[in-house]
């Protein structure tokens, strides 16, 4: 199964940009890159995901490498509210031996955010 | 309100108790997936349905039990906890798997103790 590689912990001052960078050299050509968060004391929730190219949206932006073998998710203007864990996961969008369903989340990157 | 449920939010029991963790979600999703979380090994998948009728192992499916008999429930069964089994356990549920834009609603988790 394609995996992710994350720093365990970033840090950011408020009001900077965080670039949150995330490797998936074994990526496939059918996987998806998502990026989840998870608030303190609540489930993960979905930030922003892509394919190829790069993608904005309300969150966040993803910056997607040439290759593909690596992201980086981008916070423009980091908030407090923004301290999280931030998960980087493949999904494939087309079935590779029976693994369409199956999702690996790893241990993601602790976001500190001080103001 | 769109949403996931899970109950019980708490629970503490005894090993060897039989227990189930109920999981609803009222958005017609079609893949509904558990995941438990432990300190410092990020979130992990336990089993995942695709469908109704249709359950798959994920990456820890050792000791846990699922069933899909309705598109809205996804029950996690622990027919016998033992204390390696306290976690934090979360489920969550998408539309489809099939098209790579997966986005995963998650519900609020259910704190799980074995003694």
């Known amino acids: 199964d394609a995996k992710t590689t994350q720093p365990n912990s970033m840090e950011s001052n408020e009001e900077e940009p965080v670039h949150l960078p995330c490797n998936h050299s074994t990526i496939s050509g059918t996987d998806y890159i998502h990026w989840y968060r998870q608030l303190p004391s609540q489930g993960p929730e979905y930030v922003i995901h892509?394919?190829?190219s790069n993608v904005n949206n309300r969150m966040a932006s993803l910056a997607i490498a040439e290759d593909r073998k690596s992201s980086t998710l981008i916070l423009h203007r980091a908030t407090l509210r923004d301290a999280a864990v931030y998960y980087c996961i493949l999904h494939p969008w087309a079935d590779r031996g029976s693994t369409l369903g199956r999702l690996y989340f790893g241990r993601g990157t602790q976001l500190t955010v001080w103001p | 309100e769109a949403q996931v449920t899970q109950n019980p939010r708490y629970l503490i029991t005894v090993t060897g108790k039989k227990l189930t963790v109920t999981c609803s979600q009222n958005?017609?999703?079609?893949?509904m997936s558990w995941y438990r979380q432990d300190p410092g090994l990020g979130l992990r998948q336990i089993y995942y349905s695709m469908n109704v009728e249709v359950t798959d192992k994920g990456d820890v499916p050792e000791g846990y039990k699922v069933s899909r008999k309705e598109k809205r429930n996804f029950p996690l069964i622990l027919e016998s906890p033992s204390p390696n089994q306290t976690s934090l356990y979360f489920c969550?549920?998408?539309?489809?798997?099939?098209?790579?834009?997966?986005?995963?609603?998650f519900g609020p988790g259910t704190r799980l103790t074995v003694l």
């Open positions: 969550a549920s998408s539309l489809n798997v099939g098209t790579g834009y997966n986005e995963q609603f």
């Open positions: 892509g394919l190829t």
């Open positions: 958005m017609n999703h079609e893949y």
